[in-house]
Structures are given as C-alpha cells and as structure tokens.
C-alpha cells in the first residue's frame, strides 16, 4: 500500500506561489500520482494528475522527481479564492481497491 | 460537465436502521466509488466498483455493503446503522484504465445516527 503524507496546514499570502509537496515513498511503478482541492461543504475536485517529470495546466503545475517518491503541486500567484483542502491521490492502475490512497490534505490559508 | 449526484445532502438516522445512500453520475463511467470523510481522518475508501455487478473492499469495509446493478448508479448501505458511521459520506466515478484517478466527486451526505 502506497502511504501518501503530505503537511497539515500552510498559510500564505495573495500573489505568491505555493508548493505542497506529498510523499508516497512506496508508490508502485505504475502509479499515477492526483491531486484535488476542496472547499468545504462540497466534494473534492481534481486539479492535475501526472506520472513524471512536470504537468501544467491552466490551474497548477505538478513536479515528479525522478524517483517518484514525491511530488509537488505548485499554485502560481494565489488569491484568496485557493484557500482550500488540497489531497493528493497515489492510485494503482491494477484496479485493486485498496490501493487508492489519499494523503491526509494539506489546508492552505490564502491572507489578503 | 460530469455530473454526479446524491440523494440527499443531509440525512438523520436511528441507531440499527438499514440506511441507503445512492449516488448517479450521467458520464458513463465505469468506475464507481464510496469514501467517508471525518475530521482528521481524510478520506478513506469504503468500496468501489468498476463494472455492473462487480464491487471490490476499500479499506474500510466494515458494515457497509454495495449495490451497482446499473452502470449510472452505485449505492452504499448500512445494514444497521451505528453512531460511528456518523459521517460525510463521498461518492466519486470515473473512467477506467489510466484515467481510474480522476475522480469526479458528488457534493456529499452528511449522516447523522442518533
């Protein structure tokens, strides 16, 4: 079982970049590594996924290191609308249930 | 849009009722999936499905059973309901294959047994 940790909180301020990063030091070769957001009161949404190397789209950025072990979404320029819950999501392409991990959620507070 | 519904945003309970959460998505997805979500504790995978008829064990299985006799609709049920299945109850599908992550959430039940 791929175990993700990712931080509890962080808090930063409108116009920066923040980069949370997970941990999955026991991700499967051919894991796909997923990231969502979630406001509360709703369900979690997904933001990017990759499987190495980088991903952007028009929301976030996903760096893979070459081992895989982790992985960093990164947020370009936030505004207060990002405050949110953000998972990621370590999956198993082997359709075994139970290796459909989230990591705990990382909480980011976005200050004016 | 992916649309994925749940019957009921919130829903009271008594202790030892059969409870029926169900959920419906309108993108013909192959898989389905049901999480709980409590404070602290993240979302954790209770079962999932990834064709009609056809269920695997998440990793807390316990006391829950499902049902997906339609492609459109995967339903969860507590046989007996108990205080500590008092929770957030997430319903996702999704594509099969590579793209089995990503995930499409409905806005949740928020189950409460007394």
């Known amino acids: 079982l791929a175990k993700t940790t990712q931080p509890i909180s962080m808090d930063s301020y409108e116009g920066q970049e923040v980069n949370i990063t997970c941990s999955h030091n026991?991700?499967?070769?051919?894991?796909?590594i997923t990231w969502y957001q979630q406001f509360p009161s709703q369900g979690p949404r997904f933001i990017i996924q990759g499987y190495k190397t980088k991903v952007t789209n028009e929301v976030a950025s996903l760096f893979i290191p070459a081992d895989r072990k982790s992985s960093t979404l990164s947020l370009p320029r936030v505004s207060l609308s990002d405050t949110a819950v953000y998972y990621c999501l370590v999956g198993d392409t082997k359709a075994a249930g139970n290796k459909l991990t989230f990591g705990g959620g990382t909480r980011v507070l976005v200050k004016p | 849009d992916v649309k994925v519904t749940q019957s009921s945003r919130y829903l009271v309970k008594r202790t030892g009722e059969k409870v029926f959460l169900e959920c419906v998505q309108d993108?013909?997805?192959?898989?389905m999936f049901w999480y709980r979500q409590d404070p602290g504790l993240g979302l954790r995978l209770i079962y999932f499905s990834y064709d009609v008829k056809m269920k695997e064990k998440g990793d807390i299985p316990e006391g829950y059973s499902v049902s997906r006799e339609k492609k459109e609709r995967f339903s969860l049920i507590l046989e007996s309901a108990s205080t500590n299945q008092t929770s957030m109850y997430l319903c996702a599908s999704s594509f099969g294959g590579p793209r089995r992550n990503e995930q499409f959430f409905g806005p949740g039940t928020r189950l409460t047994v007394l």
């Open positions: 993108m013909d997805h192959e898989n």
């Open positions: 026991n991700i499967a070769t051919n894991d796909y």
